[in-house]
Nanobody, 123 residues
Framework: VQLQASGGGLVQAGDSLRLSCAAS???????MAWFRQAPGKEREFVAK????????YYADSVKGRFTISRDNANNMVYLQMNSLKPEDTATYYC??????????????????WGQGTQVTVSS
């Protein structure tokens, strides 16, 4: 499975941005997620979606502002980010868990990772 993340950029606080993740295969029974890593910090969970059911879950820090979604026809996962804050600045990674088990909020749950896309939010 290959994942290609894109859509990052430099925006101002309060702006919106949409990240995209293209999967090389249809993630029919996978769990897909977005993580992020800010400079000097550990990678942290942002959001996840079960491909089959569309069920989603978010980190408290982004709940109400970010929306994860998938496009079945094009094997795409998106992260719509609204009301961005400077603390959202990070490299964002998409990830795939081919055998979903457990909470799905840990890096160790995921088998495949995209290369990351940088999001910078200025104040």
């Amino acid at each position: 499975v290959q994942l290609q993340a894109s859509g990052g950029g430099l925006v101002q606080a309060g702006d919106s941005l949409r990240l995209s993740c293209a999967a090389s295969v249809r993630p029919v029974n996978y769990r897909m997620a977005w993580f992020r890593q800010a400079p000097g910090k550990e990678r942290e969970f942002v959001a996840k979606i079960m491909w089959k059911t569309g069920r989603t879950y978010y980190a408290d820090s982004v709940k109400g502002r970010f929306t994860i979604s998938r496009d079945n026809a094009n094997n795409m996962v998106y992260l719509q980010m609204n009301s961005l804050k400077p603390e959202d600045t990070a490299t964002y990674y998409c990830a795939a868990d081919t055998t979903p088990y457990g909470s799905g909020t840990l890096e160790s749950h995921y088998d495949y990772w995209g290369q990351g896309t940088q999001v910078t939010v200025s104040s």
